[in-house]
């Protein structure tokens, strides 16, 4: 709002009530401000608009024609303000107010659900709106305020953020296929294989184009999708290998191999608005900072 917007309000809200009271004393009850406070502002209203408003009538006040047009024509914006500060404030509250969280899509079969159940023993008022989304959409909505909290894989650098854990990745096959009996593969091995893999602006695949290259290859990859699911049930087909964290429910058709060499992981982050988080977003992200990264790691030492 601009700062003569800002100004006009108060005016508005002195008319409203003396509009709708017929009294100077009653609005400032009303409005719990002094009652020069409140014949100021209609002055100052009136010389703003250069219209009266109001007639004095023994100890009250009466609305000209022109006064109670313009009283019939706010009262609804008024009333609207007056819903959006009360929805704002119950959406802060502590106890019952809602917070807008986000959290990945490799994550929420098991292990978010599960965290979502045990917050809700603890404040069970509070409300959640729930986004599920690739990290760099999950980003962006931290950004632009669409989201208060999320876990993101990997946590970015620009907002705040706590990691809570670390994303194991493996290389997962068909049950059929050559590798299946393996314990461990290293990725040389691989360099003849067909991949499966998310978008080039997934972090999923950044780090299998470059883990590959170090390696000394680039994958072929022949399929691009961003659902893993999906893409679990393609590798399931044998229509391709991918490396992928470990799924939180069972795929009878998929083997999981652990990647031999340097550490392949992806850090778990978790990541607040770069705006001040309300109570109840702050009692989240509270929650999630002591409990998640058990959580997560539990699911992910889940067999595949």
């Not at 709708?20 to 002094?34: D, Y």
């Not at 014949?39 to 703003?48: A, D, G, K, V």
């Not at 780090?207 to 290259?213: I, T």
Request: hydrophobic residues 45%.
């Amino acid at each position: 709002m601009s700062p003569d917007g800002e100004a006009l309000v108060p005016l508005l809200a002195a008319f409203e009530a003396a509009g709708s009271e017929g009294h100077i004393t009653r609005a400032a009850e009303l409005l719990q401000v002094p009652q020069s406070t409140v014949s100021r502002r209609l002055q100052s209203l009136e010389r703003l608009m250069g219209v009266t408003l109001f007639l004095s009538v023994g100890r009250g006040v009466q609305l000209t024609a022109q006064g109670r047009d313009f009283l019939a024509r706010i009262r609804s914006p008024l009333r609207a303000i007056d819903d959006a500060i009360a929805s704002v404030k119950a959406d802060s509250d502590p106890e019952s107010g809602l917070v807008r969280f986000g959290f990945p899509l490799t994550l929420g079969p098991v292990s978010i659900p599960s965290l979502l159940a045990d917050f809700h023993l603890t404040a069970p008022h509070v409300r959640l709106r729930l986004v599920q989304g690739h990290a760099e959409s999950l980003i962006e909505q931290l950004r632009d305020g669409s989201l208060d909290v999320a876990i993101v894989i990997p946590a970015p650098l620009e907002l705040p953020s706590i990691t809570i854990g670390e994303q194991p990745i493996q290389l997962f096959v068909s049950r059929d296929h050559r590798l299946a009996g393996r314990s461990q593969v290293d990725l040389s091995e691989l360099a003849d294989e067909t991949f499966i893999a998310n978008p080039p602006d997934y972090n999923l695949r950044g780090l299998l184009e470059s883990w590959c290259a170090a390696a000394g290859f680039m994958p072929r990859i022949a399929l691009e999708i961003t659902e893993f699911e999906t893409m679990r049930s393609l590798i399931a087909h044998r229509l391709g290998i991918a490396l992928l964290p470990a799924p939180e429910t069972e795929h009878p058709d998929l083997i999981g191999i652990p990647l031999g060499g340097e550490r392949h992981t992806r850090t778990i982050g978790l990541v607040t608005a770069s705006t001040r988080p309300t109570p109840a977003a702050e009692r989240l992200r509270a929650y999630l900072s002591v409990h998640a990264g058990p959580a997560i790691a539990a699911s992910a030492l889940r067999p595949s």
